[in-house]
C-alpha cells in the first residue's frame, strides 16, 4: 500500500503534464519562449522522478537520465544543428520510454485500484503521446519533409517543428486525424499507424483490467462487510 505522503504522487506528474500542454504554445512565441518550455519541462522531469521516489533504484536512474536529457536539451538551444538535435531528441525518447514503462508497471502491480493508479494510467497514456512526439521529430530530422503540413516551420525552428509534431502525435493517438500534417515516409506513416493501434490497445485493455479489478475490490469488499 502506498505510503499517506506519496499517495497522489503521480497526481502531481499529471499536472505538470496538463500544464506543459498548455504553456508551451503561449511561450513559443515570446522572446525566451525556449526558457520557459525547458523551465516547465524540468518540472515535469521532476514530478516524474518524484513518482519512484519509493523505489531508490529507479529514483536514482530517472534522476540520473533527467540530467542528461535537460544537458542535451540545452546544448540544442545553443547550438541548433543536426548532431545536436538528434542527440536532444534520442535522450528525451529514452527517458519518456523509461518513465512510461515503470509507471506502466505501477499500475498492472497488485490487484488492489487506487486513485493514485488511475492518476498513473492517465500519465502513461499523456506520455505516449509526448514519446512519439520526438519519435516523429527524429525521423523528421533524418528525413527532412516526412511530413507534408499545411503550414510549415521554419529549417532551424526547432521549438515550432515539435509543437507541430506533438500536436500530430495527439491526434494521431486519439485517432482524430484531421489532416493538416500528412505523414509522407514510409517510416513516418508506419509510426503513425503503431501510435494509433498502441492508443487503442491503450485504452482498451488497461481501462478494461482496472473496471475489472475495481469491480473484484468491490464486491470482495462488500462480500467482508
Known amino acids: 500500500m502506498a505510503k499517506p505522503h506519496n499517495e497522489w504522487r503521480h497526481l502531481a506528474l499529471l499536472i505538470s503534464l496538463l ?6 504554445p503561449l511561450a513559443a512565441g515570446l522572446r525566451h519562449g525556449a526558457l520557459i518550455m525547458n523551465g516547465v519541462a524540468a518540472i515535469v522531469l521532476a514530478t516524474a522522478s518524484y513518482a519512484l521516489i519509493g523505489r531508490k533504484r529507479l529514483f536514482a536512474l530517472a534522476v540520473a537520465l533527467s540530467g542528461i536529457s535537460i544537458i542535451a536539451t540545452w546544448l ?3 547550438y541548433q544543428q543536426l548532431w545536436a538535435a538528434l542527440l536532444s531528441h534520442i535522450c528525451v525518447i529514452v527517458l519518456i520510454t523509461f518513465f512510461s514503462v ?11 485500484i487506487t486513485v493514485d493508479k488511475i492518476f498513473a494510467a492517465v500519465c502513461v497514456y499523456l506520455l505516449i503521446g509526448y514519446g512519439w512526439t520526438f519519435i516523429y521529430a527524429l ?8 511530413f507534408v503540413a499545411m503550414s510549415e516551420a521554419a529549417a532551424n ?6 509543437l507541430q509534431m506533438r500536436y500530430f502525435s495527439f491526434i494521431t493517438l486519439t485517432t482524430v486525424g484531421y489532416g493538416d500534417i500528412v505523414p509522407r515516409s ?24 482496472l473496471v475489472g479489478l475495481h469491480i473484484v475490490h468491490a464486491v470482495r469488499s462488500s462480500r467482508e462487510d
Open 186 to 209: 514510409p517510416a513516418t506513416r508506419t509510426f503513425a499507424a503503431l501510435e494509433a493501434v498502441t492508443g487503442q490497445i491503450y485504452l482498451t485493455v488497461l481501462v478494461a483490467r
Open 139 to 146: 525521423l523528421d530530422e533524418l528525413q527532412p519533409g516526412s
Open 157 to 162: 525552428d526547432y521549438v515550432g517543428r515539435v
Open 19 to 24: 500544464f506543459l500542454f498548455l504553456v508551451t
Open 76 to 78: 540544442l538551444l545553443f
Open 102 to 112: 515503470t509507471i506502466l508497471g505501477y499500475v498492472l502491480r497488485g490487484k488492489r
